[in-house]
């Protein structure tokens, strides 16, 4: 099997996925981490994620798909995903698009853990 582009952690109840890729254009690897991530939500009932973005430097429109996808799916069972350390000209994609109303944003991991302080 090919090694993951993903790490999944443990803290405090939530899991948190951080992404290992610079560049996310390539459309086999954003489908394998949209398998993963939704794997998480779908098949073990995760509902406090957060994906962490920071190695992060280009993200396609793929991507912020698999992303919208997977908050629904989460949302559907009473979770929330939140997507920490996105540089500021990634997340204006969200901004422009508007689904920064949609998705929940973090400026790093210690910053998305509060957002599950319900």
Request: hydrophobic share 50%; no cysteine.
């Amino acid at each position: 099997m090919a090694q993951s582009n993903l790490i999944i952690n443990q803290s405090e109840g939530v899991t948190v996925a951080t992404l290992r890729v610079a560049s996310l254009i390539d459309s086999p690897m954003i489908e394998s981490i949209g398998n993963e991530l939704n794997a998480l939500v779908d098949e073990q009932a995760i509902t406090k994620l957060i994906v962490d973005f920071r190695a992060v430097g280009f993200l396609s429109s793929q991507m912020i798909s698999v992303l919208v996808t997977l908050q629904k799916k989460s949302k559907a069972i009473g979770g929330v995903v939140v997507l920490a350390g996105m540089r500021p000209n990634l997340k204006k994609v969200f901004e422009i698009t508007k689904l920064d109303k949609l998705l929940v944003f973090a400026k790093d991991e210690k910053d998305a853990m509060t957002k599950f302080k319900w």
